[in-house]
């Protein structure tokens, strides 16, 4: 039996960045920078995925996709919410951190 192995990464923001003061020390801002901006493409491909899924849920279920779909809509906005690189001209409401409910 063969095991695979697991890669374990540091997906946690740098511990030494202070946001009150970000220059203080800008290997920590970058760090930081770097770790929002991996985050933010984790939120995009999350969401293209979604959107496929939901692609074929339209073609399968034909005129029926307004009630079978339903979930696969509501799990794409609410994937979509506050991601994007602010050039999409939303409203700023629909920017916001995504709310849990």
């Not at 995009?44 to 339903?70: D, S």
């Amino acid at each position: 039996m063969v095991r695979k192995k697991t890669v374990e990464f540091d997906e946690s923001p740098p511990d030494d960045f202070d946001p009150a003061n970000p220059y203080k020390d800008p290997v920590a801002m970058l760090e930081y920078r770097d770790h929002l901006v991996r985050e933010k493409w984790i939120d995009i491909e999350t969401a293209k995925i979604i959107r496929e899924k939901l692609k074929w849920c339209y073609r399968i279920e034909g005129v029926n996709h307004l009630q079978k779909c339903k979930h696969l809509v509501q799990q794409y906005l609410d994937s979509t919410r506050g991601i994007g690189w602010g050039k999409d001209h939303r409203p700023h409401d629909l920017h916001g951190p995504k709310v849990s409910e």
